[in-house]
């Protein structure tokens, strides 16, 4: 199943991690950034689900960060901030903004807006249906055919499947698809992916081709849009 991948962007320490033990608990992947640059590097070295953005920081303050975001993606987006003129708000939503929240605030509420939004953007809910090509994919059931065919996965080879059925189309690095399927604490390494990519391969058949091989990078499950 996937855990949406949550950005929390915020120069105070203590909140930060107060905020990430929260979306931990809701089995969130959680990536930390103390200030807008390194926010900015993360994002673009991994796909984001949500990213919680505090305003006042040093370096690239939040407007900055959500412009530099909104540029490339649509990806919602929560403000965090100690000024709640109005003013400020509509900058904010100007700027391509989901939601404003005004310090010092609940976190339990910062939780349950964040849960709105990933739900609103499809996030954190799951496709019931896949259907590409010869491919058919129930999740109610865990029941994958190729062909009409059933297909007998292991859990982890089903967990690649979706995960690539959910980013088709976009190059994903090993890195990336090692800590979705197996976390961050996984001691194992880059060949682990592959040798899975490869059993998955042979059990799709024709759909294998599907999957492609980025030399020196990692995957990406081509579909071709009508």
Same mark, same amino acid.
């Given at each position: 199943?996937?855990?949406? !991948?949550?950005l929390v962007? $915020?120069?105070?320490?203590?909140?930060?991690?107060?905020?990430?033990?929260?979306?931990?608990?809701?089995?969130? =992947?959680?990536?930390?950034?103390?200030?807008?640059?390194?926010?900015?590097?993360?994002?673009?070295?991994?796909?984001?689900? %949500?990213?919680?953005?505090?305003?006042?920081?040093?370096?690239?303050?939040?407007?900055?960060?959500?412009?530099?975001?909104?540029?490339?993606? =649509?990806?919602?987006?929560?403000?965090?901030?100690?000024?709640?003129?109005?003013?400020?708000?509509?900058?904010?939503?100007?700027?391509?903004?989901?939601?404003?929240?005004?310090?010092?605030?609940?976190?339990? $509420?910062?939780?349950?807006?964040?849960?709105?939004?990933?739900?609103? !953007?499809?996030?954190?809910?799951?496709?019931? =249906?896949?259907?590409?090509?010869?491919?058919?994919?129930?999740?109610?059931?865990?029941?994958?055919?190729v062909g009409?065919?059933?297909?007998?996965?292991?859990?982890? $080879?089903?967990? %690649?499947? %979706? #995960?690539?059925?959910?980013?088709?189309?976009?190059?994903?690095?090993?890195?990336?698809?090692?800590? &979705?399927?197996?976390?961050?604490?996984?001691?194992?390494d880059d060949?682990?992916?592959?040798?899975?990519? &490869?059993?998955?391969?042979?059990? #799709?058949?024709?759909? !294998? =081709?599907?999957?492609?091989?980025?030399?020196?990078?990692?995957?990406?499950?081509?579909?071709?849009?009508?």
């Amino acid at each position: 199943m996937h855990n949406p !991948s949550v950005l929390v962007i $915020e120069d105070e320490e203590k909140l930060r991690k107060l905020v990430a033990t929260y979306l931990k608990r809701e089995n969130y =992947q959680v990536f930390e950034a103390a200030d807008g640059v390194e926010g900015i590097n993360l994002f673009e070295d991994h796909p984001m689900d %949500l990213v919680i953005l505090d305003i006042m920081m040093p370096g690239y303050d939040g407007w900055t960060v959500c412009r530099r975001i909104r540029e490339e993606s =649509q990806v919602p987006v929560i403000l965090l901030t100690a000024r709640s003129e109005e003013n400020d708000k509509l900058f904010g939503f100007e700027l391509g903004a989901d939601d404003y929240i005004t310090k010092p605030f609940s976190v339990k $509420e910062l939780m349950a807006r964040s849960k709105a939004l990933l739900k609103r !953007s499809g996030a954190a809910s799951e496709e019931k =249906q896949y259907q590409i090509d010869e491919l058919r994919v129930d999740t109610d059931r865990h029941h994958v055919e190729v062909g009409g065919q059933v297909i007998d996965l292991t859990p982890k $080879e089903y967990e %690649l499947l %979706l #995960l690539f059925l959910k980013n088709s189309n976009q190059a994903m690095e090993r890195e990336t698809i090692l800590n &979705k399927i197996w976390g961050y604490d996984y001691y194992g390494d880059d060949r682990t992916v592959d040798t899975h990519v &490869k059993r998955l391969r042979h059990k #799709l058949g024709d759909v !294998s =081709q599907k999957i492609r091989t980025l030399r020196g990078v990692g995957y990406i499950f081509e579909v071709t849009k009508e």
